[in-house]
């Protein structure tokens, strides 16, 4: 709805200056050069301009600059010419098709401003498609996995007895603890991905309130005692003496500690060894966690925190996951203010950390007394 002046030669008009512009008012289908009628030869192809805005603004001369559409680009402007004298049509020649060759570059280069972005949007587009692919076939596969065995244990449990063969009291209870297992596992997968999908839609609120972290550890390891159980794993505890608080939200505070446990024990050859540590350092409250597995390659260690990202598959690590386990602590820890920490060697295993900060309500040496 505005004509701005782009660029100028010689005309008093400042740069700033715009013109209001209406287009369905316009009389003329702008094909031909508008001019004032006294500034060009008589006979030539041209529109007469309306006067005033021409007087005002010392204009002889517009060519209409169109796209290949005809949609109007703008305008070309000419004052007098400098002899005084008319316009003719060898000029206006000229002047027309450089007129049509500047249409014809803008329309270019919107041309390939459009092609960028399309560019742009149709190749974040196919990178999501891969996230999306590859995400959902990790989660079907996380979500197969136990259902199998939780379909078989219950099979299991249904077998009419035999007088041959009665399932014993402790064989009943081991399938039904594998299932409820097996059903945590599934529960924790469930709410990891959809407690992802809130923190990225910015609908995820924690609750801060006073927090033990020992006693949060001591949770945490007895939520996952089934697995330490399955895989053979010696967990060792050496829990601050000071029994820090620290300012956290309860099932986030346990979201990452069974993050980082999994892991640990996920990532780990056959004798698994973990250690859960919290200490009180003046940096902060400081929680860490052990293991003797697999290690991460330097390269990976600043990748491992994205969203999807997982090492490339080793023969002694096991393909499932979703690659959201360590966003999910990565988010909750920003939404703490705490700063997570990682240490490791191939081979030899990692040490995660989260510090979190210290604040009044962080050494409850009361207790401890
Ligand atoms: P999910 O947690 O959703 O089941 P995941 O474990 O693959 O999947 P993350 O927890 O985000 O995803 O971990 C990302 C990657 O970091 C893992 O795939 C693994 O390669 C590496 N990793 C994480 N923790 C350890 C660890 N303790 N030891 C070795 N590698 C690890
Ligand atoms: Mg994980």
């Known amino acids: 709805a505005r004509l701005e002046l782009v ?3 010689n005309f008093s008009e400042n740069n700033q200056q715009s013109l209001r512009f209406d287009l369905a008012r316009l009389t003329s289908a702008l094909e031909k050069p508008i ?4 500034k060009l030869e008589q006979g030539l192809r041209f529109e007469p301009a309306s006067g005033k805005l021409f007087h005002r603004l ?16 703008g305008f070309w402007v000419l004052g007098e010419k400098k002899s005084g004298e008319r316009f003719t049509a060898e000029d206006l020649s000229l002047l027309t098709s450089a007129a049509m060759h500047a249409s014809l570059a803008i329309d270019r280069f919107h041309l390939q401003r459009e092609l ?3 560019k742009e949007t149709s190749e974040r587009l196919a990178e999501l498609g891969e996230m999306k692919s590859f995400f959902v076939s990790s989660v079907s596969h996380e979500l197969k996995t136990p259902l199998a065995s939780i379909k078989l244990y219950a099979q299991l449990l249904q077998l009419p007895p035999t007088d041959a063969m009665p399932l014993p009291p402790e064989t009943r209870s081991e399938y039904a603890e594998i299932i409820e297992g097996e059903c945590d596992r599934l529960t924790r997968l469930v709410h990891s991905v959809l407690d992802f999908a809130k923190t990225e839609r910015g609908l995820k609120t924690y609750h801060l309130t006073p927090q033990s ?3 949060a550890v001591i949770h945490a390891l007895k939520l996952m005692t089934y697995q330490f159980k399955m895989q053979n794993t010696v967990v060792t505890t050496a829990l601050s003496e000071h029994h820090p608080t620290i300012a956290a939200d309860r099932d986030a505070l346990i979201e ?3 993050n980082l446990l999994s892991n640990a024990l996920k990532y780990s050859g056959a004798e698994k060894q973990i250690t859960v540590r919290t200490e009180v350092l003046e940096s902060g409250v400081v929680l860490a966690i052990d293991d003797n597995g697999i290690g991460i390659a330097a390269e990976d260690l600043t990748k491992i925190f994205e969203p999807f990202y997982r090492a490339a598959p080793s023969a002694s ?3 499932g996951g979703t690659g959201l386990g360590l966003a999910l602590v990565k988010q909750i820890a920003d939404a703490h203010h705490a700063i997570l920490g990682v240490r490791s060697r ?3 295993g990692s040490t995660f950390t989260v510090c979190f900060p210290t604040s009044q309500l962080s050494i409850n040496l009361d207790q401890h007394a």
């Open 7 to 9: 660029a100028h030669r």
């Open 35 to 38: 001019g004032q009628e006294d």
């Open 58 to 73: 010392g204009i002889a001369l517009a060519l209409p600059l169109l796209s290949e559409k005809k949609e109007l680009l």
């Open 116 to 118: 960028l972005l399309e």
């Open 213 to 215: 972290l020992n006693g």
């Open 256 to 258: 990452v500690l069974l």
């Open 317 to 319: 690590a096991p393909a």
């Open 346 to 348: 191939i081979g030899i």
